[in-house]
């Protein structure tokens, strides 16, 4: 049981430059949140879905896309990476009637 | 919409002592869980204990407890016996009911860091 896969764990890229962090679950879990977490700010929703088709923004959702076709996968994009964007993101999936939150081992992303 | 204090920026324990962690939390929901994370170095997002709000008898996990305050809005976390691995940063979270909706989500505190003295 894999449980919550995010890939790449680190990344360095440019400020301009696109990229997708990759958030999957094999557990057929209907909720997925991408969180970004920063120094002294503990862990902020970006953007959530409560099943496939379905996304909506959360706390800090500017500069980010997601989507969701798939039960399993949940990516997150940057379209155009800031400075500002330097995190470490969280992918996150629990079920619908669920109590336990599955995290994934983070992406640790900056951007020069 | 919901929101989660931690006042402590940073605790130190001695080996073997006891320490509190404190938390508050604001919320519109009526019913909803409570949650303390562990996340150590390496980042890794650890649960730690769960209270459910309509419960009144407070949530432990071995050396873990928590002090449950409804109408106080405070969820304090009790670390017993305290070792080495439990340095820590330590983050407070909540979250409502699902009814499909943002509430679904945790919300967190900006977290406490422990430090464990030999």
């Known amino acids: 049981n894999a449980g919550v896969t995010q890939t790449p764990k680190f990344q360095v890229l440019k400020t301009g430059q696109s990229m997708t962090l990759q958030c999957a679950q094999d557990?057929?879990?209907?909720?997925m949140s991408w969180y970004r977490q920063d120094p002294g700010m503990g862990l902020r929703l970006i953007h959530y879905s409560v099943g496939a088709g379905i996304t909506d923004q959360g706390e800090v959702p500017n500069g980010y896309n997601v989507s969701r076709s798939t039960t399993e996968d949940f990516p997150l994009r940057l379209l155009s990476a800031a400075p500002s964007q330097t995190s470490v993101y969280f992918c996150?999936?629990?079920?619908?009637?669920?109590?336990?939150?599955?995290f994934g081992e983070g992406s640790w992303l900056t951007v020069v | 919409a919901q929101t989660v204090t931690q006042s402590q920026p940073e605790m130190s324990v001695q080996e073997a002592e006891t320490v509190t962690l404190s938390c508050t939390y604001d919320t519109s929901e009526s019913d909803y869980y409570l949650f303390w994370y562990k996340q150590p170095p390496s980042r890794q997002m650890i649960l730690v204990i769960r209270?459910?709000?309509?419960?009144?008898q407070n949530a432990t996990e071995n050396r873990f407890s928590v002090n449950f305050q409804k109408a106080a809005k405070s969820f304090s976390l009790k670390i017993s016996d305290s070792q080495l691995g439990d340095a820590a940063m330590y983050f407070c979270a909540s979250r409502g009911k699902d009814y499909g909706g943002s509430q679904g989500n945790l919300i967190f505190g900006k977290g406490t860091k422990l430090s464990v003295k030999p």
């Open positions: 996150a999936s629990r079920g619908r009637s669920g109590n336990t939150i599955y």
């Open positions: 557990m057929n879990h209907e909720y």
């Open positions: 209270q459910e709000a309509y419960k009144q």
